[in-house]
Every structure is written in C-alpha cells, then in structure tokens.
C-alpha cells in the first residue's frame, strides 16, 4: 500500500549547511519530521555544492517520513559563480557587471536544461540568457 502524502514543501536552502533553526526549522517542524535527520542527509547529498543556493522539494507522508529531491542551483547562482560576482546590477539597462560567453551560457543551460521547460537545448540556452540581462550581463553572440 502506498503511503499517502501530507505535504510537499519547497525550500532553497544553502549548500551542506542546513540546520534544524529557522528557515528550515518553521518550514518542515510544523508537520512533526525529524529535522536532524533531514539536515543530515540534506548537508550529505549537496556537501560537493558548497556556496550555492540549492531549491529542494521535501515530501512529508501521513507517517511523518519524508523524501526529498534537490534540484540544480537557480540560474542566478550559476551565472554570478561563473562571472565571479556578488550580486547583479540594480540598473541592469544601464550599469552592466560583466559579459557571458557562448560556452559559459551552454555550460549553464546544459546544467539547469532538466529543471527548466524548455524543450531543446536552444531554448533553455535563450531562458539563462533572459535571465542574465536582466542582472546586468551581456550576453555573447
């Protein structure tokens, strides 16, 4: 017999340093989970990924197990590690933070091509460019 649901929760969480404290705590302890044991397994799974924001999804059963499912670091995050910059331009029509380069855009939409909807990898490549010019980064060819 399958077990039955009670909740699916999405966070995004830094890479090998959850803690039971908030944000993690308020968001998982309301539906009764062992939170030494998510962060746990949590810090073990995305320990190679250090630095990085990393959005999971937590499903929490009836029983008060849980799975979860990391997915890739948002486009944001892969593009500021690849430019080695802190944050993008707050006048990103105007004030531009550096220039991304062919191999580096299909680098990162090849990684992000799995969590996007894009159906080729053309069109993911065109959703992290978007993405990028609107933090201020100009985009190569």
């Known amino acids: ?3 039955r649901v009670k909740a699916v929760v999405r966070i995004q969480i ?3 340093k959850a803690t039971p404290a ?3 705590g308020p968001a998982l302890g309301q539906y009764g ?3 030494p044991a998510f962060c746990k397994e949590y810090n073990e799974k995305t320990a190679s990924m250090a630095g990085m924001t990393v959005p ?3 499903t929490i059963f009836e029983d008060r197990s849980f799975s979860f ?4 670091p948002p486009a944001v995050d892969l593009i500021k590690r ?3 910059v802190e944050k993008g331009s707050g006048t990103p029509n105007k004030e531009k933070i550096g220039t991304l380069n062919r191999e580096a855009l299909r680098r990162i939409a090849e990684m992000k091509q799995k969590d996007l909807n894009a159906l080729d990898l053309a ?19």
């Open 69 to 72: 499912v990391t997915r890739t």
């Open 33 to 35: 989970i062992n939170l």
């Open 1 to 3: 017999m399958a077990r």
């Open 56 to 58: 999971v999804e937590v």
């Open 22 to 24: 908030p944000p993690i």
């Open 123 to 141: 069109g993911a490549e065109k959703m992290v460019a978007g993405t990028a010019r609107s933090m201020g980064v100009t985009v190569e060819g």
């Open 14 to 16: 830094s890479a090998g």
């Open 82 to 84: 690849e430019l080695s």
